[in-house]
């Protein structure tokens, strides 16, 4: 069973940063790929970013492009979301998920393991 514990949301005002983090336990991290998601009130939960197991390859939603930046720290098993110039829409609730295969993936199925979401409000 592997655990993915988050932290770093919080309220923000519009064009501001936070970063997110995401610790995992319970199997070999350096061997799969990770991902974040995210879910706004009353829509449903959409890709964000994606990395490989070795942070060679990673995958963005446009929407986010050029303004997150995924990375990972396979001695801490640790996965990082840093978000700059942060809008109102990028409000809503973040996911880190543990993939099932090594590379990056921006589909949902190919994750085995959720966190438990952390808040981010971007104020305008």
């Known amino acids: 069973q592997v655990q993915l514990v988050e932290s770093g949301g919080g309220l923000v005002q519009a064009g501001g940063s936070l970063r997110f983090s995401c610790a995992a336990s319970?199997?070999?991290?350096?061997?799969?790929?990770m991902g974040w998601f995210r879910q706004a009130a009353g829509k449903e939960r959409e890709f964000v970013a994606a990395?490989?197991?070795?942070?060679?390859?990673?995958e963005y939603a446009d929407s986010v492009k050029g303004r997150f930046t995924i990375s990972r720290d396979n001695a801490k098993n640790t996965v990082y979301l840093q978000m700059n110039s942060l809008k109102p829409e990028d409000t809503a609730v973040y996911y880190c998920?543990?993939?099932?295969?090594?590379?990056?993936?921006?589909?949902?199925?190919?994750?085995?393991?959720w966190g438990q979401g952390t808040q981010v409000t971007v104020s305008s």
């Open positions: 998920a543990a993939g099932r295969y090594s590379y990056a993936t921006n589909l949902p199925g190919n994750y085995d393991y």
């Open positions: 319970g199997r070999t991290f350096s061997d799969y790929g």
């Open positions: 990395i490989s197991w070795n942070g060679y390859n990673k």
